[in-house]
């Protein structure tokens, strides 16, 4: 390619970048809304007798509490999946030790109980549901996601 090619191009680009940066533009976005919400639901159970109290009612209290935490680590689990770790080690071909842990992350909102309940005399239960219509408005309201609709070139 000859220099005077070269150049001519060169000339060429810097006058259309030159041209494009003439003209401004107004973007107009909309919000992007899924086609359907899921609901999920979540059970949670704590055996009372198991619980720290002094007195029954103080036990049942405290059964309530965690099976709602656990109802929750479960829609935790449904939302953001689970972390599993494994590690097995051998000497001379033989399995020595073998170890597993699980963990779940994430933060749960807009979960609402349906139902807390004791069932036979040394379990509570709770019931959550997690509504993702609810959680999207949570969503919309701190993250306004958007995305084009229309561009207006002046």
Known sequence: MSIHVKLLTLLITLACAACSSL?????????V??????????????????????TESAKMLMALKASKLDA??????????????????LQSLVLEDQSFSSSVQGVIRGAKVVK????????????????????????LSTAKPKRVKKVHYY
């Not at 003209?23 to 919000?31: A, G, I, N, P």
């Not at 809304?33 to 002094?54: K, V």
């Not at 807390?116 to 969503?139: N, R």
């Open 116 to 139: 807390s309940y004791a069932v036979g005399d040394d379990t509570y239960v709770t019931e959550l549901e997690l509504d993702f219509s609810l959680v999207h408005d949570i969503y």
């Open 23 to 31: 003209f401004t533009k107004q973007v107009e976005w909309e919000v």
């Open 72 to 89: 929750y680590r479960e829609l935790a689990e449904q939302v953001y999946g689970q972390k599993v770790d494994g590690e097995q080690s």
């Open 33 to 54: 809304e899924p086609q359907q919400y899921p609901i999920l639901s979540a059970i949670g159970y704590a055996p009372i007798s198991a619980q720290n109290g002094n």
